[in-house]
């Protein structure tokens, strides 16, 4: 049987996996609230039996055996931990943490757990296009067979609509609290990059910018947003040192006004170029006698979704497409087998992981550290628990989400719902 789900979370997010995982054959038996009545009004929402504002309620239920956590950010390390210490799967939504040293910890609970499923929502590795992609590129489409040769060069292009709802204020309006567009979209993007080239940045160079600084909310009056709408930065990939390394190029802007997603990779080559648009993939190759290009449709999308919860969401089709997969790839992991009783690894081992997660939080500091400094910066990722005076930096660090969680849990104004 497929394990018993436990959700965290009542936002958008949850609204739309919980049909797609009823789909896949999952059980929901249990959803946590910030509130008893905002996890009421879900529960009955989403016809879950089960329902609280206590976080143990969920984890210590027998018949829940798979944790899906899409609550806001600063919750998701001590949610992670706690439920990989009882033996419990988690899938985690992006960003992962708010700070490296909360992901390390997670990181560490994985890695103690290491029977245990614990991956992080990054969805669009599940994408068919973007596997298509990733397949041709091994395949020597571009260039030589293997993983993408130095000399690449990636651009990436996301244009979109505000990524915080307007009707209302939470932590989606303030990037230290994990919104904004480097943090939900950014982070897409640098894992995407990662799995596509199967290499690491080493340094990066960014710019972080809030143009839309203030929102009118129904009851809540005018607000400021502290969440970036547009994001622009660069990032220098490992080298073999024989070769110029390759360099990724990603703008993201918000200032859609009608909401459109538009979204295109595009990964150049030697011998030609990939691009995924939308949901589509489409290749250019060189032909080194005539020097013609042959432009070729290498994958359409015509994939359909089903999901009622899906045809009003504001969620980009791709990501929820991909996240159809990723739970399709779960269900296949949990499937009955002779040859084992639990669960296999194969259907998810191309899910980002935790030790992933860890990675692109310490490129989204990168970035807004070079944003803030308008200097290239490298990217550090965190191998061990701070001490000294970066413990005390964290310490600031957390001293002021701390401030702004308890600003915005005493408004009772403020809906504490996720969204992307």
């Not at 244009?159 to 939470?170: A, E, S, T, V």
């Not at 089903?306 to 499937?335: E, M």
């Not at 413990?391 to 104004?413: E, G, T, Y």
Request: aromatic residues 6%; proline residues 5%.
């Amino acid at each position: 049987m497929l394990p018993g789900i436990g959700m965290f979370g009542t936002g958008e997010v949850t609204h739309v996996l919980v049909p797609i995982l009823r789909d896949k054959g999952f059980n929901i038996v249990a959803i946590w609230g910030r509130t008893g009545k905002e996890a009421e009004q879900a529960a009955l929402e989403l016809k879950i039996p089960f329902h609280t504002a206590k976080i143990d309620d969920v984890l210590l239920r027998k018949d829940v055996d798979l944790v899906f956590i899409t609550c806001p950010p600063f919750l998701h390390s001590q949610i992670s931990v706690k439920a990989l210490g009882i033996g419990k799967h988690v899938v985690c939504d992006k960003p992962m943490t708010l700070m490296q040293s909360d992901a390390l910890k997670m990181v560490r609970a994985s890695q103690y757990y290491p029977t245990l499923i614990s991956i992080v929502n990054h969805s669009l590795r599940f994408l068919p296009a973007i596997a298509h992609m990733k397949r041709a590129i091994q395949e020597g489409y571009i260039g030589p067979p293997g993983p993408c040769l130095d000399q690449t060069l990636i651009d990436v292009k996301v244009r979109m609509g505000p990524l915080f709802n307007r009707k209302r204020y939470d932590w989606l309006c303030d990037e230290s609290m994990g919104g904004g567009a480097l943090n939900l979209v950014g982070s897409h993007v640098i894992d995407l990059v990662k799995f596509l080239t199967e290499r690491k940045a080493v340094r990066v160079h960014g710019t972080v910018r809030t143009y839309a600084m203030y929102a009118s909310h129904s009851h809540t009056g005018i607000r400021r947003v502290a969440a970036p709408d547009v994001c622009a930065f660069q990032m220098e990939l490992e080298s073999d040192g024989s070769t110029s390394s390759a360099l990724v190029t990603v703008n993201i802007n918000c200032h859609e006004s009608n909401n459109a997603f538009q979204q295109e990779v595009v990964i150049y080559g030697p011998a030609g170029h990939l691009t995924v648009r939308g949901g589509d993939l489409v290749g250019h190759r060189l032909n080194a006698e005539t020097g013609a290009v042959k432009e070729e449709m290498l994958y359409v999308d015509v994939q359909d979704l089903q999901f009622s919860a899906t045809s009003d969401t504001a969620l980009p089709r791709p990501y929820v497409k991909g996240l159809c997969k990723l739970v399709g790839a779960l269900r296949d992991a949990f499937h009955p087998n002779k040859e084992s009783a639990g669960w296999i690894k194969e259907p998810v081992q191309a899910a980002a992981t935790f030790e992933d997660g860890l990675y692109v939080q310490a490129v989204l500091d990168a970035i807004r550290k070079s944003s803030s400094e308008r200097c290239w910066t490298k990217v550090n990722v965190c191998a061990e628990s701070p001490t000294g005076q970066q413990k005390q930096n964290v310490l600031a660090s957390a001293a002021a989400r701390i401030a702004s969680v308890s600003a915005i849990r005493a408004d009772p104004s403020i809906n504490h719902a996720g969204y992307f």
